[in-house]
């Protein structure tokens, strides 16, 4: 079944029968987390870098921040019976386009706050596409654990 | 040193804070250096093309925050505060790297002398950043303070 | 086979990340050994058996440089490849060392991925 994860929310499976998308990341950024020996994936798709600009918000919604968000992924993960060790870890989105504020580096610390979560969970990012002014469309497919971006009518596997 | 040269110069820390250690800078004016309690300094010598030093000053409170990010760890993890230090050594010396390649290119070859740290107070923070070379930069909402002095003169202009 | 591998870095933290992400790249890792400077870097390998070295330039008592040197005069270590970890952003440095044999470089700062493709490229496909 096919299921789409909206901006800020996220979606865990362990039905290898599912597929997971993720549509119009722009400067938000896309992760994937699958444990091929569990066969357990999930897909977030987050706003903002950081929780602490808006402690309220993040509490009535932690997904719409990279840090929170990450972490309530990680635990939805583990609580599906994912082991830390064996995530495969995808990114995607993070581009380079001006927010409402006219911040253009929104992409940008969104990606660095990804790579701290992970680097502080002991996990490698095993593919990604960040940056540059391209949306991106994700697809986690939970029967392998294959991530599929569509960009500008283009595929490519990450 | 010139305006746009200082902004070169800080986004240099800036690029390195963010990626060896999570923490996000602010192009606008520093807090208040008194709102901390004092700060952990560091500074190296060069040699070569030119010579000088950089010197990084990091709030104390800051520094075990560096160390735990640059780490991986939890912020309370007592390996964080003991890293605090070495921590701050280390951008240092990856920060003057960095400055040397952003003002003199990549051609030349320079030496760096030891590495040196310690304290600074608050109060002795307005001089520090007022001498030659130094500035105050916003990162994560705290002061953190870069000097580069160098007595021959900085070159004007990215290097070709 | 798994590799023995020694960090040569005057800071312990560095170590420390670098140490993290060996772990965290897949490399089957034998033993890793520490050292915080070069003279203490030529220590570890008169007396231990080592595949890789990660080495610093800016270090103290002996350099990166001065390690490499005297590694490469010593028909026991002279073969060991050596991986620089350095904020070193000298082209003209980087090619004395490349000229004396370094087989990679890495400058920092660096994500543990891109420490992970530098040993690889390092070691070659031979690495599980």
């Known amino acids: ?158 | ?160 | 086979m798994a590799y023995n591998i020694l960090v040569v870095d005057d800071s312990e933290t560095m170590r420390a990340v670098i140490a993290k992400s060996i772990g965290l790249a897949g490399v089957a890792l034998g033993s890793l050994f520490q050292a915080a400077n070069g003279a203490e870097g030529i220590e570890v390998l008169r007396r231990e058996w080592v595949d890789l070295v990660l080495a610093d330039i800016n270090m103290p008592v002996l350099n990166g440089v001065g390690m490499v040197t005297q590694m490469k005069a010593d028909p026991g270590m002279g073969d060991i490849p050596v991986l620089i970890v350095s904020s070193e952003g000298s082209a003209t440095r980087l090619q004395a060392l490349k000229d004396q044999g370094v087989k990679g470089f890495l400058r920092k700062p660096f994500t543990p991925e891109e420490l992970k493709k530098a040993m690889e490229s390092v070691l070659g496909a031979h690495h599980e």
Request: hydrophobic residues 45%; glycine residues 12%; negative net charge.
């Open chain 2, 1 to 160: 040193m010139n305006e746009e040269t200082r902004t070169r110069i800080g986004n240099v820390l800036f690029d390195v804070l963010e990626k060896q250690a999570f923490l996000f800078g602010d192009p606008g004016e520093a807090p208040d250096l008194a709102s901390v309690d004092g700060y952990l300094a560091a500074s190296v010598t060069f040699a070569g093309a030119a010579a000088g030093r950089v010197s990084l000053a990091v709030p104390a409170s800051m520094a075990a925050e560096l160390a735990s990010n640059i780490l991986g760890c939890e912020p309370d993890d007592p390996a964080a505060a003991a890293a605090a230090e070495d921590a701050c050594r280390e951008i240092l010396n990856i920060v003057c790297g960095h400055v040397l390649t952003e003002l003199y290119g990549s051609t030349p070859v320079f030496d760096l002398g030891l590495l040196e740290s310690g304290h600074l107070s608050a109060d002795q923070a307005p001089d520090w950043t007022a001498s030659e070379g130094g500035m105050a930069l916003s990162v994560e909402g705290s002061p953190v303070l870069l000097r580069v002095e160098i007595p021959g003169g900085i070159p004007p202009g990215t290097p070709t």
């Open chain 1, 1 to 158: 079944m096919n299921h789409t994860v909206g901006i800020a929310e996220m979606k865990v499976s362990a039905d290898p029968g599912d597929v997971l998308a993720t549509y119009a990341l722009g400067s938000c950024v896309g992760v994937s987390l699958y444990d091929p020996v569990g066969r357990v994936g999930g897909l977030i798709h987050c706003m903002l870098p950081l929780s602490r600009i808006d402690p309220a918000k993040a509490e009535k919604n932690p997904l719409m921040y990279v840090d929170t968000g990450m972490s309530v992924l990680l635990q939805a993960m583990f609580d599906q019976g994912a082991q830390r060790k064996s995530l495969v870890a995808k990114v995607a989105g993070a581009s380079r386009i001006m927010d409402a504020g006219g911040v253009f580096n929104i992409g940008e610390r969104n990606y660095t706050v990804v790579r701290k979560v992970l680097w502080k969970n002991e996990i490698l990012i095993a593919g990604e596409d960040v940056g540059g002014s391209v949306p991106r469309t994700m697809y986690l497919y939970l029967d392998s654990g294959r991530t599929l971006l569509k960009m500008a009518g283009e595929e490519k596997e990450l």
